[in-house]
């Protein structure tokens, strides 16, 4: 019989878990997406069913920006972070968003355009930046009335990203808490169903953009706009 | 919106769930044709006999391998088609996406979770850009340089989506075709806009290439400072510090290279650039490692393994050695070529620990494979085995093959003179050895001498002489105990004649020895014998 009484008691390195756990977690979402996606295939005429399935997708979708909010902000906090930038076409970017939100939003009858020039190319991380737009359609999908519309432009300095919706629009200490005091800004609890969690990883990531001339991208946000509710704007240097 | 329904299409993933799901997934986009492969090795197999469209793999694949390896052996092996797009599904595209060089990246990286929307809209864009390229990748293979850039021009005011792709491509071509001040214009118009991984990396290339080697050295120290995982810049910091022979350095960068990023073929540098720097350790574990992450690999060879197993015998360990040849003979197929190789790589490690029996066998085993056709025979090969047969005292076999391979390569000057030395190195070695044995003699001639055994005496001394002629007191100890001999019996015409000759041969030494002049004062009173 072996005496464990000397033997250290074993210690778990968050590296190794977070590594793994993402990945796990990540697996299980990508069966989850599959499955989602079967299943809604079966059930195109049952309006609760759809609502439910949608929900459903909704979430998996949170879940997973939500975790690679995680990642990065612990690779950024390690020096294990490098930003990759390219060149992309913006046109293919917005189209693709567009392409990954249309089953959820044929599903609640929400309607999606996009606006830009077929030419458009701009230097940023085309990784990073789908991340925000994703989680910012995510947020427009939750309070839209009946319409989303993502767009694109380019003025002297800056490539302007927009997500719009016609819903009822940013409460106020949300505009502040981003336009006002952005240094300021950092994961706080809006409200139930938001935290500033997306706002705050989004402003980062576009102050990591910078152009020789040293001007650094932002995000502001405001209300009217061309649908009438809530105008996400993402500035990234030329 | 691309037709797909004609499309040969592979998945590849380890979970039988996600395979069958991404399977119902493309069945929506109207293909029939889907195959699906469970692990590294099956999707080999089948793309080894079929010329997929679309191969969509998952970066993790279990039992250690990747969709990486798959992707890389594919090309190494020239599986895929021209027009063939390789997407990897990917938990994150970061890590994986460094750990990949130029050439063996995937078309398009997939980001998991994701639905049959955006997989569609990935498949038939990158089938989209694709097919932009597909001409100019053509070119390139037939080594139709020109048209290739020509292309790149044409296609980049055509397309300007693609751009600065089309730049990438042309200057990356200029490059490899070495017309480096047009590829380092382009690299310094982009980098003036803009910090530009791949423009800087293109720039260093450009100065090492015109032997710019410490501003070569700084820029991609550079490089790797800013991202570690950058592997191609060690690949070429460990060229750039060789070049200024800095050979240790060199060898750390690729030794941490090799841990970042474990390949076959840099491995082989680190083996190699070990060996050249008489660093037998370093070699031999490079080498060690090499034959493991190589064993079911396309670029396996059995160079390694001979290079390896001489290495290890050059440490001392021929009995290591001797089990790399045997291993290597149950890894490869036993061709004419591999036999003759192994057999004569045995010969030579059991010639230098003297078993002359051993050496034997071997030598008979390897001229069961003279009968082969030297035609196709690479120049690093022909060399080995001229080396060889050098060394094993097979000098007409490494005749022929040396003939065979220099009327192959009739302007190839390095290739002659490096022949040269080797057959001047073997000459000299034997000349040693026949000096080696030639004292052995001229030492059993002295003893035979003092122990009154005058003709072994004689017997031995004109061996000595035979040996290296060149050595006059062993002629002239000959002629002592030949003319001390027809003293006293009287001598032979031919005895008679031998003694003159070995006189006059040694003249020149008759000042240093007072001998010669007695010698040939006794040979004058010589009787001649009557038969």
Redesign the interface.
């Known amino acids: 019989m072996t005496d464990h009484t000397s033997d250290k008691p074993l210690q778990l390195q968050f590296p190794d878990v977070l590594a793994c756990s ?2 796990d977690i ?2 299980s ?10 299943l809604s ?1 079966d059930v195109p005429d049952y309006p609760d069913k759809k609502e439910h399935l949608s929900n459903v997708q909704y979430e ?1 979708l949170r879940i ?1 920006n939500t975790l690679t909010y995680l ?1 990065t902000v612990y ?1 950024m906090e390690n020096r294990q972070f ?1 930003m ?2 390219n ?1 992309h ?1 913006v ?2 970017l917005l ?2 968003t567009c ?2 939100y ?2 959820l939003t044929r599903l609640r009858g929400v309607d999606m355009s996009m606006a830009c020039d ?2 458009l ?1 701009c ?1 940023f991380d085309h ?1 990073l930046i789908s991340i925000i737009l994703d989680e910012t359609i995510n947020n427009a999908y939750r309070y839209t009335r009946s319409q989303i519309q993502v767009s694109a432009s380019t003025d002297e300095k800056y490539l302007a990203l927009r997500v719009e919706d016609d819903g009822p629009g940013y409460p106020d200490v949300l505009l502040e808490m981003v336009n006002d005091k952005p240094s300021e800004l950092r994961a706080i609890q809006v409200n139930r169903n938001r935290t500033g969690l997306g706002m705050y990883f989004a402003s980062a990531i576009a102050s990591n953009h910078t ?2 001339s040293g001007d650094s991208g932002y995000i502001r946000l405001s209300n009217g706009g061309n649908l009438g509710g809530s105008r996400f704007s993402l500035f990234i240097p030329l | 919106m691309t037709d797909l329904s004609s499309k040969k299409i592979l998945v590849v993933d380890d979970i039988p769930m996600v395979r069958n799901s991404i399977k119902a997934m493309i069945d929506a986009l109207g293909t029939t044709d889907i195959d699906l492969a469970a692990n590294a090795v099956e999707a080999l197999q089948k793309i080894a006999v079929k010329p997929y469209d679309i191969i969509l793999c998952d970066y993790y694949l279990g039992d250690g391998k990747s969709g990486q390896q798959v992707l890389e052996e594919s090309k190494t092996l020239n599986l895929l088609k021209a027009n063939a797009i390789f997407i990897m599904i990917t938990a994150e595209k970061a890590r994986n996406q460094i750990m990949a060089v130029v050439e063996y990246r995937p078309d398009v990286y997939l980001i998991k979770p994701f639905n049959k929307d955006t997989l569609r809209y990935n498949i038939e864009k990158t089938v989209d850009r694709k097919s932009n390229f597909v001409e100019i990748h053509e070119a390139v293979d037939r080594k139709d340089y020109k048209t290739a850039i020509a292309l790149c021009d044409k296609k980049a005011l055509e397309n300007s989506q693609n751009s600065v792709e089309y730049f990438k491509i042309k200057a990356g071509l200029l490059l490899d075709t070495g017309q480096y001040a047009k590829a380092r214009s382009i690299y310094d118009a982009f980098l003036a806009k803009r910090e530009l991984a791949w423009a800087r990396f293109g720039l260093g290339k450009v100065l090492h290439q015109t032997a710019q080697y410490p501003e070569a050295k700084s820029l991609f120290l550079d490089i790797i400072q800013q991202n570690e995982t950058h592997i191609e810049a060690y690949d070429w910091l460990a060229r750039s510090q060789s070049a200024l022979g800095e050979n240790e350095a060199a060898q750390n960068t690729l030794r941490t290279v090799s841990r970042l990023a474990p390949s076959v073929m840099r491995l082989r540098t680190l083996a190699e650039l070990a060996c050249k720097n008489a660093d037998l350790e370093t070699c031999c574990q490079a080498y060690k490692e090499l034959l493991h992450i190589g064993k079911d690999s396309a670029h396996k060879s059995l160079t390694d393994y001979i290079h390896y197993s001489d290495a290890l015998n050059r440490r001392g360990k021929p009995a290591d050695a001797l089990s790399i040849l045997k291993m290597a003979r149950s890894n490869f197929k036993a061709s004419a070529e591999n036999q003759l190789r192994i057999a004569l790589a045995r010969a030579v490690i059991y010639v230098q620990a003297g078993k002359a029996s051993e050496t034997g066998k071997c030598v008979k085993e390897a001229r069961k494979q003279y009968e082969m056709s030297l035609d196709h025979l690479d120049t690093p090969v022909a060399l080995e085995i001229i080396d060889s047969c050098l060394n094993v005292g097979e000098k007409d076999y490494a005749r022929n093959v040396s003939e065979a391979v220099s009327a192959r390569n009739p302007d190839d000057h390095s290739l002659s003179a490096q022949i040269e030395s080797l057959f001047e190195k073997a000459a000299e070695a034997e000349a040693a050895r026949l000096r080696e044995k030639a004292t052995q003699n001229n030492h059993k001639g002295v003893e035979f001498f003092e122990k009154g055994r005058l003709e072994e005496a004689y017997a031995s001394f004109e061996m000595a002489v035979t040996g290296e002629p060149g050595n006059l007191t062993y002629v002239i100890n000959a002629a002592q105990v030949l003319i001390i001999e027809m003293q006293k019996k009287g001598g032979t015409a031919e005895q008679l004649k031998r003694a003159r000759e070995l006189l006059e041969i040694s003249l020149p030494e008759s000042a240093n020895d007072p001998r010669h002049g007695r010698l040939v004062s006794m040979y004058k009173t010589i009787k001649v014998k009557k038969n």
């Open positions: 993402f990945h990540k697996n979402l990508e069966l989850l997406s599959v499955t989602l996606d079967n295939e998996v997973n990642l690779r490098s990759d930038m060149h076409s046109h293919e189209e693709e392409y990954k249309h089953g077929q030419d190319v230097f990784v152009s020789k």
